[in-house]
């Protein structure tokens, strides 16, 4: 292994930039791969079996499939379409509705219950939503909306 300390900065910058390259397209064709599966004619079972199989989705559990195909992969906050490109892709994350750091009283049960899952994009998640809780979110929602709903 050559050592990487005399490298300089251009060459280093070439060497991400085309390592960059190569990631992205591997992720576009996992990108095509889900594509394929949600738009099939299978059922809503057969395709979260599928995802769950075909590993493009990472270390999806059964239960995180189905519920990314109730929402038609989009970010239930903003309504951004994950499948829409590799960078919206590699934006997707399941968001606790009511945050981790928020119910630390609470089981894992009470914490991971479906109903407090959401598909999120990580703008959404953790740019903007970033660990407020559903009090705190609700009384900046009442502070700040006027007529827009
Ligand atoms: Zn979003």
Not at 38 to 65: I, P, Q, Y
């Amino acid at each position: 292994m050559e050592s990487m300390k005399n490298i300089n900065r251009e060459e280093k910058i070439n060497l991400v930039r085309k390592y960059v390259k190569l990631k992205r397209k591997e992720t576009e064709n996992q990108l095509k791969a889900i594509r394929k599966i949600v738009f099939s004619n299978s059922s809503r079972r057969l395709k979260a079996e599928k995802l769950v199989k075909s590993n493009a989705t990472g270390d999806w559990s059964m239960e995180a499939a189905l519920k990314a195909l109730d929402t038609n992969c989009h970010c239930e906050y903003c309504g951004k379409y994950m499948l829409a490109s590799p960078d919206n892709y590699k934006d997707w994350q399941e968001d606790h509705i009511q945050p981790k750091s928020k119910l630390k009283n609470e089981s894992e049960k009470v914490i991971n219950d479906p109903d407090n899952l959401a598909q999120s994009c990580r703008q959404c998640n953790v740019n903007f939503k970033s660990r407020a809780s559903i009090k705190q979110m609700k009384k900046y929602v009442e502070e700040n909306c006027r007529n827009d709903s």
